[in-house]
């Protein structure tokens, strides 16, 4: 027989609690809306950057033939042509192209945006400014030295293994190098999740309190949020080193093979973008569960006393 | 103290002779004229970072005049002080590397000289161009074909290691270490002292030098060590006990036709050795413990050095070959040659497998040809030993690893540096510039004459410019060669005339560019009026004919060269069709528009400085471009979605 102790609804819970429940699509616009974002940016930036180089290519109502083989092969020497032949390049910024650097920046802020969307959407409530801004400014009060402090920890077992010097432990301690940075910001970026999704349920009466709050909520559940981050991005890099070693391999030789390319290219991002999708919605399923909790023990307190 | 320590210490040093052996003898001919030879005693002070030490130098005038002064290279006067050439010139860097906090004594070194002596007679002297060079007034000048014979003491504080010398923890690399004859030609000595960028000239000869370390140290140095046979276990060793003191040990050191001698030491506790032989040539390579993965990496590029050499110049003569892998923490010493010794470097790991450790390894082990055995004036001519050096690396990266990187879809050919480093200045200074006066010294030295070799190889064939450089390295080895033997000798094998070649690349600053300016198509009419010879006109309507293609080359460098034009016409027709270049720009008109044009088509300047604007055609080559494009942004999507950015 199930008894308020021993039911899951009324327990706290932590994060993998809630991970089955975050990868069912809901198919909302939000949804759609935050995967498309992501397959902007990398479709729309691609189309601008290749934009932009077949402009420093152009000339007399034509084109260098520079990069005919570019397809199958780059010679370094032939980038070193490119950079340094066109009197347009100076750097960085006009090789690029300012509408990749403001599309990029653009789409970027949308996928940020409609991640919070989406999560404001799910709580049912409005996507203001504020609490999005405001939880920022938590997460890097609250969150940031300690999550170098733990970046500093865990590079130690790098370095532990690049000392013992054999050529797995390298491999290792090369893949960590790669791993860890990523993991650990993937973590500073729940901390910063939650302190907005915390603001947005309930209204910042105490500072102090809600600070604190927002900090226990991770490092109360830090083995699970640590090893959720490391999976989930341990996944994404996965997929995303698939996809170029796929697109390495295939080369662009043929029309097809780069259309197939970028086909692997845009299900990949959809891909991972569902793997954040899930966390987004991890945070909220698990501050939800949090507040249920609490609302429930002060209602049953409030009914004893 | 510390100087009634050493005054003790020199005092002892003659008796450290105590049991001399007899030298081997690589050679039975020499192969140099042996005009500077050194018997050397060293004592080194690992704690102080400091050497004090014994010289007899045997030197030999092989000038045309006699000489009553003789200077002495105190290199290591160069780290004395804020006001030395060195440092003025140089503000205490170095291609990167940077001198030891300046504000600590330890960071600075000195050469002082204790006494000089010829047959038992003090002399005097005075510095030079500043304290790195000694003037020695000898008693009576020396008239050529004689010998001259000085007995100098004196003592050496390494600085903290930069610049290729010092310590640095407990590695010490001794460069430029003992005072250091300079060079006498005809009636004149060259002696210039120790320039920030330029490296060093000198004169062949035999050095038997004995340093004293305390037992612990391992050794890597040029020559050979004579091996001591333990009486208590019967086994071979490199280093002799001390007689005068069981703490410390002697390593007898000997080598012949070199001139210059290096050594670096550390903790036998803390390096690695490893000894093997390659083509009768006996190897030992010390290594960080650390760095034991990338070993395997390091022979086989000094296995494929010595082969290469030997197939394109000669082999190899010397017996032995030292190769240092520096500590992290001392990469000022890292990089560098010395006669039958050159410093390496590398990593601990390297996953993505660039080429790095053996781009220097390659690089350094050319410098036994072109710097150990050509001894070209370093200081004069500096690209007459780095720029042949970065030419063999080149060459040899490109024919032994098929370049720097390389992987399916992107590679880097040997010669990127050079030309990366080419096209970012390409009207430098000439070659023959003093390295000291030179405002673009790693391109005048290093890469311009590396692309400047290859387009002579391209102007005169692979075949004749091996043979080129083959008879250059035989017949100017040890002989202290110049661009001008270089240039004798080509133009004998090649039986060229090689003025032009050497006025535009060689001491010139021009470039070789052309581009293709515009193509166009001309619309062809014809019609009109038309009055016949009875005075009669008429007049035929104007009508199109086929339209014709134009296409506009222009000569945007200095240098004038012949060039090939290949164009590819809407007919299918190809042509081909070479150009002066004397004018600045022409125009070449075809019978049918242009689809494809490229300038240069055969490769034959390899030093032309624009193939972007040298292609065209009217359709941009859109694939390769989106493939990369969509390449970079997947990365970079990649990567933020690796951060997980919510």
């Not at chain 1, 290749?50 to 520079?66: E, I, Q, V």
């Not at chain 2, 001399?20 to 500077?36: D, E, G, H, I, M």
């Amino acid at each position: 027989m199930e008894t308020f102790q021993t039911s899951n609804e009324y327990s706290p819970q932590g994060p993998w609690a809630f991970v089955k429940k975050s990868l069912t699509p809901t198919c909302s616009r939000e949804d759609a809306e935050f995967i498309l974002s992501w397959v902007a940016f990398a479709v729309a930036g691609a189309w601008s950057l290749k934009s932009r180089w077949l402009d420093l290519m152009a000339y007399s109502n034509g084109s260098s033939m520079l990069a005919q083989d570019w397809g199958t092969r780059l010679s370094g020497n032939d980038l070193v042509y490119f950079l340094k032949g066109s009197p347009t390049i100076t750097n960085v910024e006009s090789f690029v192209g300012p509408v990749f650097i403001f599309l990029s920046l653009g789409i970027l802020f949308l996928i940020l945006r409609n991640g919070w969307r989406l999560q404001a959407h799910t709580l049912g409530q409005p996507a203001h400014f504020s609490p999005w801004i405001k939880g920022l400014g938590d997460a890097l009060i609250i969150g940031l030295l300690p999550t170098i402090l733990l970046g500093w920890l865990l590079g130690w077992l790098g370095d532990g293994l690049r000392w013992i010097g054999t050529l797995p432990a390298m491999w290792v301690a090369f893949l960590w190098s790669i791993l860890l940075p990523m993991a650990l910001t993937s973590f500073w970026m729940i901390q910063w999740s939650i302190c907005r999704v915390q603001r947005l349920i309930g209204p910042v009466t105490d500072y102090k309190h809600h600070l604190r709050f927002c900090l226990n909520a991770i490092w109360k559940n830090i083995g699970s949020w640590l090893s959720l981050a490391m999976i989930s991005t341990t996944l994404r890099l996965a997929l995303s080193y698939g996809a170029l070693w796929g697109a390495w391999r295939w080369g662009a030789g043929t029309s097809a093979a780069l259309w197939s390319v970028i086909l692997i290219q845009v299900g990949v991002t959809i891909l991972n973008a569902g793997i954040l999708r899930s966390l987004l919605m991890n945070v909220v399923h698990f501050l939800s569960n949090q507040h249920f909790v609490l609302k429930t023990v002060e209602d049953l307190k409030r009914r004893v006393l | 103290m510390k100087r009634l320590f050493y005054r003790l210490l020199l005092g002892l040093l003659p008796f450290t002779l105590w049991a001399q052996t007899s030298n081997p003898v690589w050679f039975k001919t020499p192969l140099a004229p042996r005009l500077a030879n050194y018997e050397i005693e060293a004592y080194v002070n690992p704690v102080e970072h400091a050497l004090k030490g014994s010289l007899k130098l045997t030197w030999k005038n092989a000038g045309t005049e006699a000489t009553d002064k003789l200077p002495l290279h105190l290199y290591l006067n160069a780290f004395k002080g804020p006001n030395s050439i060195f440092m003025q010139e140089g503000s205490g860097k170095l291609r990167g590397d940077r001198m030891g906090d300046d504000s600590f004594e330890s960071s600075w070194g000195y050469c002082r000289l204790l006494s000089v002596t010829s047959e038992g007679r003090k002399l005097s002297g005075s510095y030079g161009e500043d304290e790195s060079v000694y003037w020695i007034n000898l008693m009576q000048a020396v008239a050529p074909g004689e010998t001259l014979t000085l007995e100098i003491q004196w003592e050496s504080q390494f600085p903290r290691v930069f610049a290729r010398t010092g310590w640095s923890d407990g590695f010490l690399m001794a460069a430029q270490w003992f005072p250091k004859v300079g060079v006498y030609q005809g009636s004149q000595w060259t002696s210039d002292a120790h320039h920030a960028d330029t490296e060093f000239f000198s004169d062949f000869g035999t050095y038997a030098v004995n340093v004293n370390v305390p037992r612990g140290f391992w050794l890597a140095h040029s020559g050979e060590a004579i091996s001591y046979i333990d009486p208590v276990d019967g086994l071979k060793k490199d280093a002799w006990p001390d007689p005068a003191d069981d703490k410390r040990m002697i390593y007898k050191l000997y080598a012949e036709d070199i001139h210059d001698f290096a050594f670096a030491m550390k903790s036998n506790l803390d390096w690695k050795r490893r000894d093997f032989s390659y083509r009768g040539v006996k190897v030992s390579l010390f290594y960080e413990p650390s760095h034991h993965l990338m070993i395997d990496r390091h022979v086989a590029a000094i296995e494929a050095s010595l082969r290469l050499t030997e197939e394109w110049y000669f082999k190899y003569p010397y017996p032995v070959l030292t190769v240092v892998d520096p500590p992290e923490n001392a990469s000022g010493a890292d990089g560098m040659e010395y006669p039958t010794m050159i410093m390496a470097g590398t990593n601990a790991f390297d996953p993505l497998k660039f080429r790095i450790p053996e781009v220097v390894t390659v690089h350094e082990f050319g410098h036994q040809y072109f710097y150990g055995m050509l001894a070209s004036n370093e200081v004069d001519e500096p690209w007459l030993d780095e720029g042949f050096t970065s030419y063999f690396e080149s060459k040899a990266m490109q024919r032994h690893y098929s370049g720097l990187f390389n992987s399916r879809r992107f590679q880097l050919p040997g010669n990127f540096q050079s030309l990366t480093s080419y096209l970012m200045t390409p009207n430098s200074d000439p070659l023959t510039r003093k390295g000291y006066e030179s405002a673009t010294y790693g391109n005048t030295a290093y890469t311009k004459p590396d692309m400047v070799l290859q387009q002579l190889e391209a102007l005169l064939g692979h075949t004749t410019m091996s043979n080129v450089v083959t008879t250059y390295a035989r017949e100017m080895a040890f002989k202290h060669p110049t661009h001008l033997d270089f240039k004798r000798i080509a133009e004998r094998i090649s039986g060229r005339n090689l003025d032009i070649f050497w006025s535009d690349y060689i001491m010139g600053t021009g470039t070789l560019d052309y581009q293709i300016e515009r193509v166009s198509v001309l619309s062809v009419r014809e019609g009109g009026w038309n009055i016949n010879r009875e005075g009669d006109a008429s007049f035929e309507s104007i009508r199109e004919l086929l339209p014709q293609g134009r296409i506009k080359l222009e000569r945007r460098g200095d240098i004038v060269s012949p060039i090939t034009l290949w164009v590819k016409l809407s007919t299918g027709e190809e042509r081909k069709v070479r150009w002066d270049g004397k004018d600045r720009w022409v125009h070449f008109d075809f019978p049918a528009p242009i689809v494809q044009a490229q300038l240069d088509p055969d490769y034959e300047y390899p030093i032309l400085r624009d193939r972007l604007y040298a292609s065209w055609s009217p359709k941009a080559p859109t694939r390769g471009i989106a493939y990369w494009a969509h390449l970079v942004t997947t990365f970079l999507t990649y990567c933020l979605q690796g951060i997980g950015l919510l």
